[in-house]
Structures are given as structure tokens and as C-alpha cells.
């Protein structure tokens, strides 16, 4: 497979590459100077991939930063703790932290780097189909605190993203799953050729086909990338990118973090927009049956499991932060393609919750 290259005017490249072969040059290219990385990463990535990236960096002096798996570490202590290992290696501001994983070590990382000596240069080399395609563009990184999930943190942008594909290999399949569905919010935001070649492709990615993988992540950062390069602070179209997430928090806070994966909870919050559309008449049915059934083709849930009770996720969606005046902003769509915030009162988000419930 030959290198995919995006350049951003955000001032980085994201590559999508087979393996790791080219990194080494490639961060010579955007980090001329630099002897050594600081690479962060769990330790379950560092022994399943960890010889090939240090192969490839042969000539740079890697030092492994080793943080705990799992979003409960995602957190102010590990921070802490990253942070005096970084300190403890004396960089200087050449030396770039390396985040070697998926959207935990990315987040942790990322916000590491942007504080440590007012920012070291970081690099992402996203081991996860969600990080592939969602966490490491954009800049977005931070921790999670008892107030809430990512609550703190920094927009800090990558000098490099490096996607090795052939990392995906040894993803659980539940994790490549958990991806598609903001593969599946990028296509519906993106339409056009990109949800055609999703939809097509349904079969292949169910089977885990790594070319059809490569596609779609491939078609789904151009989209988010040509967002956040427009709104990189999120001050207006980057919210778009909020596409099922307001019921998509609410499912994951009411089932409990870890009973729903990210991307499936998105997946049921996306069904129930379009469902929302078509009681309102924003959405044909045509169109949100359309996007029903990719959702299930792809394995992932349309609907809440049984008995989940829709008054608990109305109330848990109204700690949303988009929440203002009895009004809030949700992101609905009309068409693949043509999706935007409408201001709906409050009362719509029960609307939302029941169809998230109801068969
Ligand atoms: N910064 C952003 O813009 C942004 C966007 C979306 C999500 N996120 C954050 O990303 C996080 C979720 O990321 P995630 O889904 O990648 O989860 P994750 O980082 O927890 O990774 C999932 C699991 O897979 C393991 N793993 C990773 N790569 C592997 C590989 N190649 N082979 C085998 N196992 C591997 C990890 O060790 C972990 O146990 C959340 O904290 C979320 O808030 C951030
Ligand atoms: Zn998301």
C-alpha cells in the first residue's frame, strides 16, 4: 500500500502508511535536530509493536514512558506522573513525545506534551481505528476529572501523525468496531462518494478487511481534517462534528463507561437524530432508513439494549454543555452531505432519548 499523505494548513502531515517503514526520515524531515524520542505508550502496545517502531528508530534514542491501560487513567495523577518522567529526562525543546496508541495514550500524551516546558514538540502514531480517525487530528487532548471527561486539557497540535495500519492487526475486533462509527458521522457529515464507498465496503470492514480499513480511514480523516483545518478551536463548524454525541454521552453515562464502547454509543446517537429528522421533517425517511441500515451492516447498535430507561438519558443529556436558555444546539442532518446545529428547546432531547429506546 503506498503512503496516503494529508497536508493540513494547520502547519503537519497525517500519514496513513503500512508500517512503520519511512517514520524515522519523516521525523527527521518535520524535527531536524532531534536525537532521541520520548515515546509514550501501554505496555501491552509497547510488546505487541514496540520492536518494530524501535527498529524503524534505530538512530534515534527512544525512551519509553510506560502509562497504565484504560480510560479511569486517562487522569490528573497519570498526568502528574508523565509529566515528572518527562521532566526526569531532561529534554530539551527539541525532543518530541512520541504517543504510541490509541485515544487514551493520545489524550494523555498530547496534553503531557503541551505543558511540559510550555510545550514539546509531539508526534502521534495512533495504534486504534479511532485514533486513526478521530483522536489524533485536530489537537484536542486533556484528561478526565471528577467533574466530568476531558474537562481538562489544551487544543495542542501534532507536528506528525503517523498511522502504521498494519498496528490494526492485532486490534480487538470490538475496538476496529468501535471506530466505525465515527467513521460512519464523518461519511454521513461528508456524503457523496465517501458514504457510497462505506456503504459498499459494509461487508469487508464487518470481515475486517484491512483495504477497505484503509479506505475508509483514509476518507474519514480527509473530512474531519478539512474541518478542524476550517474551525481549529471550535468556535462554529467544528461542532458539527458533534453528529450523535448528544445522546451518545448520555448512553455512555447512563449504561456506564465500558458497557457501551464510544463508537457504539455514537452509533445509536446518530439513528436516533435521523429518526428525530424525520418526525420533524428535516430528514426523509428515505434517507434515515438509509442510515439505519449502514449502522446495522456494520455491526454496530442501533438502539439502546432493552430496558434502558429513557428518562434517565434525558436527564443525563441535560449536563450537555451546548445546553443554553432552554434552548439547546443539536447537530441533525437533512441529506448526506448537508448537516447542521439546529436550536431545539429542551423538551426535543426527551424526544431524542425515546428513540433511542423505542424498536
Ligand atoms: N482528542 C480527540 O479529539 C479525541 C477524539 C475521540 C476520542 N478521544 C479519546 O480517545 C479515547 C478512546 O480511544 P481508543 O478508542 O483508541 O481507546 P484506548 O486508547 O483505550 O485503546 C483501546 C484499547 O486497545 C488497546 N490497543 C490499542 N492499540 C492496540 C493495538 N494495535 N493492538 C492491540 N491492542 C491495542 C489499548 O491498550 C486499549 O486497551 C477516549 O479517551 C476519548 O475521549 C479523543
Ligand atoms: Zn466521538
Redesign the pocket.
Known amino acids: 500500500m503506498p503512503h496516503q499523505r494529508l497536508s493540513l494548513s494547520l502547519g503537519y502531515d497525517v500519514v496513513l502508511a503500512e508500517d512503520f517503514g519511512g517514520l524515522a526520515g519523516e521525523l527527521q524531515a518535520c524535527l531536524p535536530g532531534s536525537t532521541r524520542a520520548l515515546v509514550v505508550t501501554?505496555p501491552?502496545?509497547r510488546a505487541?509493536?514496540g520492536a518494530a517502531l524501535a527498529a524503524e528508530l534505530h538512530g534515534v534514542g527512544i525512551e519509553w514512558l510506560e502509562v497504565p491501560?484504560?480510560?479511569a487513567h486517562?487522569s490528573l495523577d497519570t498526568w502528574r506522573a508523565l509529566v515528572a518522567r518527562l521532566l526526569e529526562s531532561r529534554p530539551d525543546r527539541q525532543v518530541p513525545v512520541v504517543a504510541f496508541?490509541?485515544?487514551?495514550?493520545?489524550?494523555l500524551a498530547g496534553f503531557a506534551a503541551s505543558t511540559v516546558l510550555r510545550g514539546l514538540p509531539f508526534v502521534q502514531v495512533p495504534?486504534?481505528v479511532?485514533?486513526a480517525v478521530?483522536?489524533s487530528v485536530?489537537g484536542?487532548?486533556g484528561v478526565n476529572v471528577p467533574q466530568g471527561?476531558?474537562l481538562v486539557g489544551a487544543f495542542y497540535q501534532p507536528r506528525l501523525v503517523w498511522a502504521p495500519l498494519a498496528?490494526?492487526d492485532?486490534?480487538?475486533v470490538e475496538?476496529r468496531r468501535?471506530?466505525l462509527g465515527?467513521i460512519v458521522k464523518h461519511c454521513i457529515i461528508a456524503g457523496g462518494s465517501a458514504l457510497a464507498r462505506l456503504e459498499a465496503d459494509a461487508p469487508a470492514l464487518l470481515a475486517g478487511e484491512k483495504a477497505a480499513f484503509a479506505a475508509a480511514i483514509a476518507d474519514s480523516v480527509a473530512v474531519k481534517a478539512a474541518i478542524v483545518e476550517r474551525d481549529p478551536l471550535e468556535r462554529g463548524e467544528r461542532a458539527l462534528l458533534n453528529l450523535g454525541h448528544t445522546l451518545g454521552h448520555a448512553v455512555e453515562s447512563v449504561l456506564g463507561y465500558g458497557a457501551v464502547r464510544?463508537g457504539e454509543a455514537v452509533a445509536i446517537g446518530i439513528v436516533a437524530v435521523a429518526r428525530l429528522g424525520v418526525a420533524r421533517g428535516w430528514t426523509s425517511p428515505r434517507v434515515a432508513s438509509r442510515v439505519e441500515a449502514l449502522v446495522a451492516r456494520l455491526g454496530l447498535p442501533t438502539r439502546v439494549p432493552p430496558g434502558t430507561s429513557a428518562g434517565a438519558l434525558h436527564e443525563a443529556m441535560g449536563f450537555d454543555k451546548k445546553r443554553a436558555r432552554g434552548m439547546v444546539r443539536l447537530v441533525v442532518f437533512s441529506e448526506p452531505g448537508e448537516v447542521r446545529l439546529e436550536s431545539v428547546p429542551e423538551g426535543e432531547l426527551g424526544a431524542l432519548a425515546e428513540l433511542g429506546v423505542s424498536a
Do not use: M, Q, S
Open positions: 501501554h501491552r502496545i505487541l509493536h491501560e484504560g480510560e486517562k496508541g490509541g485515544g487514551v495514550v493520545g489524550d495504534t486504534t479511532l485514533a478521530d483522536a485536530g484536542k487532548t471527561k476531558n498496528t490494526l492485532t486490534l480487538p475496538e468501535c471506530g465515527e464510544h
